[in-house]
């Protein structure tokens, strides 16, 4: 019998507590022996629960047990999760999370604790929801250098993105729907509308890939805020459709570069028919080639399933099962990753489109904004592109790239 | 340093060779210790290899090298590739295998002598090449009971199949193109375009899912040789692309059916966009949902790629990295697995499509031929339907069903 505490009992961490007994057959069967949850952390109230007697208000209890080998942190955020996490790993303890922000910023250091006390840090809810994205990308392609992993990892974004597709929704109106069916949170979306969630995901996802920290702060992120009807409309125009990619390329010279931005995909494209709350990721390994991994991206009951067969691995004997999962730590960047690489382009300008250097096609007009195709140039020129408008009292109102196969 | 033997110089076995050399550091960065191929056993000569020093042609040389951890099987069949990973396991050898026809005949019982000898039994590459599929089943998904399995798993058939859509080829024109392409086996391509193939890895799959043996002689298994450029027509008329589809399902009274046929998929499904050699299998937990694992089905480096990740695996320390998967020996049924669930159906027909006891619904007609929907039938009135055509002095020439999401 396996004992296990939970930190934290939120949509994830009541979900952990849900799937342990409904598959507690199953679960016993393929871990060796049945998982139990002893204990639950959280600072609120639940005596009028039937579980009362598993709450706890002090880490305390869980550490100075020593039935408890794994803990499932399902807090949230920094400030509690880390200190207790910390704590966990430094008293013998496996933690698994779901805790994108926790791995995003911390993932090295915790990596290395848990390495130092030999046991296990594990966060496959992390990216993807339930869907198995980590798991595969250390262990099934260790054989593989990656190169290059381009994903739709925030659901709420891209459940807004296909009502504006396939219903013209605007931004606001999509946003509204996703707020009411509990997507979008209410008072303030920005964590996924200005693609800071997406953000996390592609450095855990970047670090894992390139070995060492990658923080979220050196990656450029855009959110969806900017996108208009038009802009829907004039991608569909060119067979594409609009979607929030986060991404992260190694160049043939070992040049990093990462982002989260609104791109153009082509109707041909692995990832244009994800729709919905749906996420997928592609990753490219050398000897491979291109592999999607495509699933529900959030959701209590999924996440949950990822966490506990973290649970279930963590459980077992040696921590050399996880020594593939790790990066190095690494310094923050005082500068933003740099992508120098040339795009097709997808730019909305106000104010004409005719006469600059770079030669702007245009692809739809409505409302004196114009929709326009570049083809082969890098976002330095864009740039310079966006002052020569300036100049000419015109405005970039929007510049997004098309994804690329290469 | 871990010393490992291959066992069958074919492709994927110098695959192996190559993948474990050419990334030689980031797999000994991954394993913890550098991988090295000391032995390689095959019949043949290769007296002119550069690796030549590395030929044996008796496994005793192997098993009486106590440096070697893990043994690689690519000879590929059952007839030496059986005895002789039985002896390795026996001597206390993991063996990583691509052999996806061993796997579906006798797996229950390499995975049981591997548990009695506490080795490991891996097989990540006999279904779908490189990508990871067998991983994240048995291990993210290890607290989700599997219901459903869906997919494109012969590479050969799909490209067959991407060219007779797109460009209209008729089955043996698309046959003739493979075979020249190297996809298909000039001599006896039966494999591939009968079904067999596809049927040994939903049986691998199927087996996985519900914990004991599938044998593929119980599997009902149809291939494509019998679809007309008529058929590829109508589906597209009603949106749908053909497949050949390895299928499993429990249903929700735990009956088990499987099949392999080819299969009308709504363009809106996932395995709808999945093209040329591609292969995709789509996976259904009870806590997760539908995931999807899409990459290149078949491939030297690809399929050696997740050989090797195998043999990563098998050199840690700790047989209990492995107690997920699994399944229990169970006997072979003197019948098919049945399939009682109601489907709509494609039917192709000569003679007439009017006046029988189930309405038909016709799609398009061409050359005395027509093809006509059915809905909500299942596969014994298709046969009744059959029966009484016959009596009627009509034919059904093929009934394809088409893919559900139920």
Redo the contacts between chains.
Sequence with gaps: MAKIAILGFGTVGSGVLE??R??AA??A????EPVEVKYILDVRDFSDSPDAALFVKDLDTILADPEVRAVVETIGGTKFAYPYVRRCLESGCSVCTSNKEMVATYGAELLALAKEHGVAFLF?ASVGG???II??M????????ISQIQGIVNGTTNFMLTKMKREGMSFDEALKLAQKLGYAETRDPGDDVDGRDACRKIAILGSLAC?HHLYPDNIPTWGIRNLTPLDVKAAEMRDCVVKLIAWYRESEDGTLSAGVEPMLVPG?N?LA?VDDVFNAVLVR????????????GA?K??T???V??DV??AL???S??H??LFWQPAEKLDHMLPDNAAYTWHLRVRGGAYGFKLPLEPVRSENGETVCRVDNATPAQIRALSDEMKARGCKLLLAMKQLSDN
Excluded: W
Aim: glycine share 16%; net charge neutral.
């Design positions: 799937v342990c409904r598959n199953s679960i069967r393929r871990a060796g496959e339930g869907t198995p798991t595969p250390h262990q099934c392609l260790v054989a593989n250098h070995g041909n692995q028919g390994g050398d000897m491979l080639g291109d592999v999607v991994f495509y699933g529900k959701g009951l999924p949950a399933s990822a506990v067969a279930i691995d077992k004997e040696g050399a099962v020594n593939s």
